[in-house]
């Protein structure tokens, strides 16, 4: 957020999707962008590793390595064959 942006998301549970949307102040215009995402967990992203034949190698919390722990809002994650 700052003087000439907002941004917030839109969560939908139960169908793990989310929509980010954007708004911007341009020329003394607001201009509007939504994008739709749907979110995995990490053990739906490992269950599509394993059928295609790879197996969880590591998984940190952040990219200095950080443990990854039930309180951890994002994962880094390492699969290999």
Do not use: C, N
């Not at 941004?7 to 793990?16: L, P, T």
């Amino acid at each position: 957020m700052s003087e000439t942006r907002w941004g917030f998301d839109e969560y939908e549970v139960a169908k793990q999707g989310l929509t980010s949307h954007h708004f911007e102040i341009v020329d003394g215009r607001v201009e509007r962008l939504s994008i739709p995402f749907r979110y995995a967990w990490p053990s739906e992203l490992d269950l599509m590793a394993e059928l295609a034949g790879m197996r969880l190698r590591d998984r940190w919390s952040g990219w200095k390595r950080e443990p990854f722990t039930s309180d951890s809002r994002k994962h880094v994650s390492v699969w290999e064959k």
